[in-house]
């Protein structure tokens, strides 16, 4: 009777056991955790500079803003530089010797020419319409900026020739002095007297001598 009772007793504290191992073993067994919460559900959950993507807060990629590309991205007479609309000039200094500043914008300067100037009879001081006409060829030398400068002096065929050539070195002079006065390098300038050798009119009436008596500049 002992052992029957003993056994039952092994058998009951067994099944305890087991009982207790496999009621362990399912508590111990975690379920898989939730899915964290989302940052954010849209941007205005976010700080500044930042958006809501896939529930995260990620700060903004912002291409830079450029005001122009090309010239006709910019009003009026301004010009696309660096990606900013400027005036491509303000004065005549901002632009290249043979350029002009109009309207903002640098302008080729029209071809300029240089013109003779003419002498009154047996004289080698310059009228004023010479002078006028000197001072529209200094700007025209600075302009076109030669490497040199000859300035011919001539007579007509009245008076000896040794005469006419001082007189026509005189005439060259005068006015290659004008014409560093308003800013000409003296270095660039020569002059030569061909007295009444080189005459542009053959004739032997005022008219003719009018026009042979003359200064010339000539470019190199």
């Given at each position: 009777m002992k052992r029957r009772m003993r056994a039952s007793a092994i058998s009951v504290l067994a099944g305890l056991i087991l009982f207790s191992v496999l009621a362990f073993s399912l508590i111990g067994c975690d379920e898989e955790p939730p899915p964290p919460l989302p940052e954010c559900e849209d941007t205005l959950d976010c700080p500044d500079e930042h958006v809501c993507t896939g529930g995260k807060c990620i700060k903004k990629v912002t291409k830079p803003k450029y005001e122009c590309v090309q010239d006709d991205d910019c009003p009026g007479n301004k010009i696309c530089?660096?990606?900013?609309?400027?005036?491509?000039?303000?004065?005549?200094?901002?632009?290249?010797?043979?350029?002009?500043c109009e309207g903002y914008r640098c302008t080729k300067?029209?071809?300029?020419?240089?013109?003779?100037?003419?002498?009154?009879?047996?004289?080698?001081?310059?009228?004023?319409?010479?002078?006028?006409?000197?001072?529209?060829?200094a700007e025209c030398l600075k302009q076109k900026n030669p490497a040199q400068i000859v300035i011919e002096g001539h007579?007509?065929?009245?008076?000896?020739?040794?005469?006419?050539?001082s007189l026509g070195q005189k005439r060259a002079q005068a006015v290659r002095d004008f014409l560093v006065d308003m800013g000409i390098e003296k270095s660039k300038v020569k002059v030569i007297s061909y007295g009444e050798e080189r005459p542009v009119d053959y004739g032997h009436d005022e008219d003719a001598w009018a026009k042979n008596r003359r200064g010339e500049t000539v470019l190199k």
């Open positions: 530089q660096d990606n900013k609309c400027k005036y491509e000039c303000e004065a005549d200094s901002d632009c290249a010797s043979n350029e002009t300067k029209p071809e300029c020419n240089v013109v003779t100037v003419n002498f009154d009879f047996n004289e080698y001081y310059l009228t004023s319409e010479a002078q006028r006409s000197l001072r529209a060829n007579c007509d065929e009245r008076g000896s020739i040794q005469y006419n050539l």
